[in-house]
Structures are given as C-alpha cells and as structure tokens.
C-alpha cells in the first residue's frame, strides 16, 4: 500500500483539477528537496508542506547557495511560510502560498436534542491521540461516543511496519475504553463517505500542523470541530471551532478537551450552533474548493511560465 497522507492526496486533487497541458511544463516536489529529480527543461517547484523543524529539510534549506535550485516554493500556509523565511530567509520573490483544498461538501448532518453524539478522530496517533483517549475517561456525558481511525497505515506498509510498535499501546487503549470504538485505517474515500455519520471533530493536537487537511474536510462537512490553537490550525480553522489553549501539560490539556466536548453536548442542538455550521460549510466551499484552487494553481502557473520565459 502506498502512502496517502494529505500531500499525496492534495497532489492527486492537483493533478485531477488542474489543466495537465499546463501541469506538464512543470516539476514539482513535495516538501522534501530532491525527492522528485529537478528537470532544466521545466519549470521546478517546491511543493513545502512539511513543517520547518524537521530532520530532513534542515541540510538543504540552512545551505542558502542551494535555494536557487528550485525556481519556486509553493506554501500550504502563511504560517508555514512565514516559519521558512524567518528561519531560513526563503527568498520570498519566489515564494507563494496555495493553500489545501477540499472537493467534498456533502448534505451535513442536522444534530437534534437528545440525539447521541458521535465524535471522529482519524489523524496519526502521535498529534493527540493520547490526549483525546485521556479526554475520553473525563467526559462526563454518556451520550458521546469516540469512533476512532487513526493509525500509521495511511503513510504506507513500510511506515507502519516501524511505527506500530510505537503506538501499539496507544491503540491497544482505545481498543479498551467503553465509550471508544477502535476502527483503525480506511481509506480517505470512505472517510469522506461517513463523515456525516459523525457530530464533532475532535484533534487535540499537540503537533505543529502546517495546514491540517483533516480539518479542512471535517469543517467543509459542517461537523463542530474542537481542536488546539497549535501551529496554522487557527489559520486553517478561522474562527469556526471551539479553541482549546495548547500546553504542553497534557493531562491540563485533556481535562480541557473533556469540558469542551460536555459542554458542546449541552448547546449542538441550538439554533444559532446550527446556523453556525451551515455558514461554516458554506466558508469552506467559498475559499477552500478545488475549483477555485484550480483558478489559484493555473493563475500562478501561468505567471511562472511568463517569468521563466
């Protein structure tokens, strides 16, 4: 199985929604430098979604002799630009932000009183797995349950085999709790599929996201999303969530998830959380549709080309 993360599925939406005439005088490489060759007769891009600080970027981006390789760097995030030109003097003449996209804006579902409350998590265990299944022992209500996809399958076989060992406690817990269904891996198109099944969002996460595809999808499905202010979320997100402050004090941070959720079980019902969520649905349709992404991507294509010529 090979992997598909959000940048492998953001490189499909790219390549479904943008004229491949145009894609085709390009090469573009996601996030790691010389992952995919450079080619003198393209133009060559660097597709940075990964975040700043790690391991694998730090040679080539601290080596500024090196930066003029790539013709341009496309960001998933102000945040995550910002975070290169200030630690790394990005050249920012050729640096743009594109943000994810997302395609799929279905019927949400309409939350009634006294109705359960279905919560989904299916980020990779290591951003705030642990803290949610701590949350889940806190929540004080039993109309919530925790469906649970998370594991390290998305990243492919080889990524896994490393990995479960890591995590095999992790996901062994959320195997146990009561109020916890342990699902683990289906692919993206099945969770696009039964993600009206589902209430909240809920990522408490403790990793610093460059943009957070599974967000996007989540807030583009008008679920309520909970979630940390750590890294771009706050920008992904805007002001549609409920913000829990991040700190490092995870059992702090766990407590505070698990109030968040009582509390969201007592107002989803109302009228104004319900017409919250249809303008948030419609936000995201508005600025964040592979349509008008498409429009960004050729629009910046194109100046690129007239650039290089």
Not at 72 to 90: A, D, L, M
Not at 152 to 165: H, I, P, Q, R, S
Not at 201 to 216: D, G, N, Q, R
């Amino acid at each position: 199985m090979k992997p598909r993360g959000a940048t492998e599925l953001q490189q499909e939406l790219l390549e479904k929604f943008v004229d491949k005439n145009l894609l085709d005088k390009f090469q573009i490489c996601t996030s790691i430098p010389g992952k995919v060759p450079l080619d003198p007769s393209k133009v060559n891009i660097l597709w940075q979604k990964n975040s700043w600080d790690q391991p694998n970027l730090q040679s080539f981006f601290r080596d500024k002799d090196r930066h003029h390789e790539y013709d341009w760097y496309v960001f998933n995030s102000h945040w995550c630009y910002e975070k290169f030109r200030y630690f790394f003097q990005i050249p920012e003449d050729r640096s743009i932000v594109i943000k994810n996209g997302a395609h799929h804006f279905p019927k949400r579902k309409i939350y009634k009183k006294g109705d359960p409350i279905k919560i989904m998590h299916h980020c990779t265990p290591w951003r705030g797995l642990n803290v949610l299944l701590l949350a889940m022992q806190l929540v004080q209500s039993k109309n919530v349950t925790l469906d649970v996809y998370s594991s390290n399958e998305v990243y492919g076989k080889e990524f896994a085999d490393k990995a479960n060992k890591d995590t095999e406690a992790l996901l062994g817990q959320a195997k146990q709790l009561p109020n916890v269904n342990y699902i683990g891996y289906k692919p993206n198109e099945y969770i696009l599929e039964h993600m009206t099944d589902y209430d909240l969002f809920v990522y408490p996460s403790i990793f610093e996201e460059t943009f957070c595809a599974s967000a996007l999808e989540a807030l583009s499905a008008g679920l309520h999303v909970i979630t940390t202010n750590f890294g771009a979320l706050p920008e992904t997100c805007a002001e549609w969530p409920v913000y829990v402050n991040y700190t490092k004090n995870l059992e702090l941070l766990a407590a505070s998830i698990a109030g968040a959720i009582d509390i969201s079980a007592e107002y989803l019902h109302t009228d104004i959380i319900q017409k919250h969520l249809d303008e948030q649905q419609k936000y995201y349709k508005n600025f964040y549709s592979w349509d008008k992404k498409a429009m960004e991507w050729e629009n910046f294509l194109k100046g690129a080309l007239r650039v290089k010529q």
